[in-house]
């Protein structure tokens, strides 16, 4: 009765064995038979490389996206003559046919354009030449594109901005730049916008992060987790993400979505680009060039200079860092007037006077709904000076082609003074 149950045990090692060998040959065979066709895909206008370029192969299902620093791989690809196409929103579509070995890497890079150069042939053989003509385009534009790409691919309910679409802002304050985002509620206080919320949710539920990690509240006077944007600078973001429905990964605070701003890389580019800006800030109801009274003591200008830099520097193509700094002085005049009105549920109440001097008013004598009356009329002359600096820089090292170690670091000092006197 041992020796069939031992054939039996034989004959199954014998054929897993020889099951496993066959599909290891049958998997060398598919592996042998295809490659992989690697590059990075460039805007040949401005030097900038792209991220989330789409890039496919025509005939097959292979499908992948660029990194933040403009690179794919596309692996499995058969062996032969390949169509790789890259697709990318504002750009011409690329197609370029690529010679792909067995088991090797195929290296081809893209460059893409607006607009690009193309002739036709017609029917018999003749080529129609049209007139000269420029298609401009500008910064804003390209970053518009670049949002309107990363939206076109994104998983959820997600809107992308460039940091350079809507052009100067004002002090590099990030807060105004959510002014111009869609589904954002903006919190001004003082002249300046320092809360946001996301469709009606409370600024504390709304995390921001730089880079993906998380930005704490800077305000001294609270432990609240709400993140004042004042105290945030503009100058060294790339582009701001906003997610408006929450993901499996995103924190239990955030209900409504959140927001992520993608600090500059040096591997965005292909060569060193250095952008400096000047400019005079005032408010438009206090336009002048000459000292006028206040904010605090003595005669001061109300129209005041700023300056912003940044430096993208790719070494080469495993290196490169970004600098990135700025200043700004800021006049808000505060006045107002105020009024006080009496009615309905005012108790009597004597006032006290010492030596001729009203200390306290007391309360004010009850009246009718229809006869109220004014108690108090309050002129306000007040003013403040904002003062901000900031400065960024971010170091990348590629370890290898899809490893690399980043180094941020990002400074920003707000200064605000004021002075309120009231009449």
């Known amino acids: 009765m041992k020796t069939p149950t031992l054939l039996s045990s034989v004959l199954r090692a014998t054929f897993v064995v020889a099951l496993a060998a066959f599909a290891a040959a049958v998997s060398s065979a598919q592996s042998a038979a295809t490659g992989t066709v690697e ?77 690009a150069r193309s002739t036709r042939t017609g029917s018999v053989g003749d ?7 420029v298609v401009a385009t500008s910064k804003e534009m390209e970053g518009a594109a670049i949002a309107i790409n990363e939206q076109r691919f994104a998983p959820n309910m997600k809107n992308v901005v460039s940091a350079e679409e809507f052009g100067a802002i004002t002090d590099g304050n990030v807060g105004e730049f959510f002014k111009y985002l869609p589904g954002m509620n903006i919190n001004v206080a003082g002249g300046e916008a320092r809360q946001f919320s996301i469709n009606g949710v409370p600024h504390a539920n709304t995390p921001i992060s730089i880079g993906g990690f998380d930005l704490s509240g800077g305000n001294g006077s609270t432990t609240a987790r709400g993140v004042q944007l004042d105290q945030v600078s503009l100058n060294n973001i790339a582009r701001i993400e906003v997610l408006h429905t929450p993901t499996p990964e995103s924190p239990g605070m ?52 700023g300056w912003e830099m940044s430096w993208v520097v790719p070494v080469n193509k495993r290196f490169g860092f970004t600098i990135s700094a700025g200043n700004s002085t800021q006049f808000t005049p505060l006045d107002s007037v105020q009024t006080v009105w009496r009615g309905v549920g005012s108790p009597t109440t004597a006032p006290t006077i010492v030596n001729g001097v009203v200390t306290n008013p007391g309360n004010f004598p009850d009246t009718t709904p229809d006869r109220p009356y004014l108690t108090e009329y309050s002129v306000r ?30 400074y920003a000092f707000s200064d605000k003074r004021r002075s309120n006197r009231t009449i």
């Open 254 to 305: 955030a209900l409504a979505g959140s927001v992520n701003m993608v600090p500059r890389s040096a591997f965005e580019r292909s060569k060193p680009v250095f952008n400096y800006s000047v400019y005079l800030m005032m408010r438009d109801n206090h336009r002048t060039f000459k000292k006028t009274p206040g904010p605090i003591h003595g005669n001061s200008y109300k129209t005041l200079p």
């Open 39 to 115: 590059g990075r895909v460039l805007n040949l206008r401005n030097g900038e490389y792209l991220e989330r370029a789409r890039v496919t192969v025509e005939g097959t299902g292979l499908e992948t996206f660029t990194d933040s620093s403009g690179q794919y791989r596309l692996t499995n690809v058969p062996a032969g003559p390949a169509r790789v196409r890259v697709f990318f929103t504002g750009l011409d579509v690329r197609t370029e046919t690529v010679a792909v070995s067995a088991g090797a890497t195929a290296q081809r890079d893209f460059n893409l354009e607006a607009g």
């Open 381 to 410: 002359d007040g003013g403040k000076i904002s003062r901000r600096s900031s400065a960024g820089m971010t170091m990348d090292y590629k370890l290898t082609r899809n490893d690399t170690l980043s180094f941020g670091f990002q």
């Open 127 to 133: 080529v129609v030449e049209l007139g000269k003509f």
